[in-house]
T-cell receptor, first 112, second 115 residues
Framework: DTEVTQTPKHLVMGMTNKKSLKCEQH?????MYWYKQKAKKPPELMFV???????INESVPSRFSPECPNSSLLNLHLHALQPEDSALYLC???????????FGPGTRLTVL | AQSVTQPDIHITVSEGASLELRCNYS??????LFWYVQSPGQGLQLLLK??????LVQGIKGFEAEFKRSQSSFNLRKPSVHWSDAAEYFC?????????????FGTGTRLKVLA
């Protein structure tokens, strides 16, 4: 089973809202990733967690706050977003850093 | 600078025709190489990967890719395209070792299949 699940599938939020995206995997993977993908563009890496510790932060604005409460779960907390943050947010996991990444279906985020 | 190039932004082929999508990387050593496919509004599905060994790798859905070190290329091929193959295709590399990695995606190739 190489399934990564993401909730919600769609999210619409105002610029003053606080919301969270959730990602879950039960493959025993110890690395998890958040990517942002704008329309007609490749995914851009945002954060990487390894063994529940933040390994990479690609200079992402502080209005995006990742959290890895356990080895199966990855959250992305959103606060005071801008309309330009509207995108598809993809979660991925891999056995370890540098290993094959398996992606979830994504959360389509719209910021009004 | 390290980069992944997919020279073809769009490719159109007829159903049943063969397909080759190009991918070149710029890096001194051989990276880990991947091809992913993405349908509109969906996540990325892994088609195949190359880490080492046999330079011709087989993937899912009848796809294969060949790693050519001399050309720094990892082109994706399929002998007979089906209408359901219409999608965006991304070549990706992982560079580095010992816990320090870079994850780089190409700009993508959008495949259109004519009936």
């Amino acid at each position: 089973d190489t399934e990564v699940t993401q909730t919600p599938k769609h999210l619409v939020m105002g610029m003053t809202n606080k919301k969270s995206l959730k990602c879950e995997q039960h493959m025993g993977h110890r690395a998890m990733y958040w990517y942002k993908q704008k329309a007609k563009k490749p995914p851009e890496l945002m954060f990487v967690y390894s063994y529940e510790k933040l390994s990479i932060n690609e200079s992402v604005p502080s209005r995006f706050s990742p959290e890895c409460p356990n080895s199966s779960l990855l959250n992305l907390h959103l606060h005071a977003l801008q309309p330009e943050d509207s995108a598809l947010y993809l979660c991925a996991s891999s056995q370890s850093l540098g290993d094959t990444q398996y992606f979830g279906p994504g959360t389509r985020l719209t910021v009004l | 600078a390290q980069s992944v190039t997919q020279p073809d932004i769009h490719i159109t082929v007829s159903e049943g025709a063969s397909l080759e999508l190009r991918c070149n990387y710029s890096y001194g050593a051989t990276p880990y190489l991947f091809w992913y496919v993405q349908s509109p509004g969906q996540g990325l599905q892994l088609l195949l990967k190359y880490f080492s060994g046999d330079t011709l790798v087989q993937g899912i859905k009848g796809f294969e890719a060949e790693f050519k070190r001399s050309q720094s290329s990892f082109n994706l091929r399929k002998p007979s395209v089906h209408w359901s193959d219409a999608a965006e295709y991304f070549c990706a590399v992982i560079l580095g070792a010992s816990g320090t990695y870079k994850y780089i995606f190409g700009t993508g190739t959008r495949l259109k299949v004519l009936a």
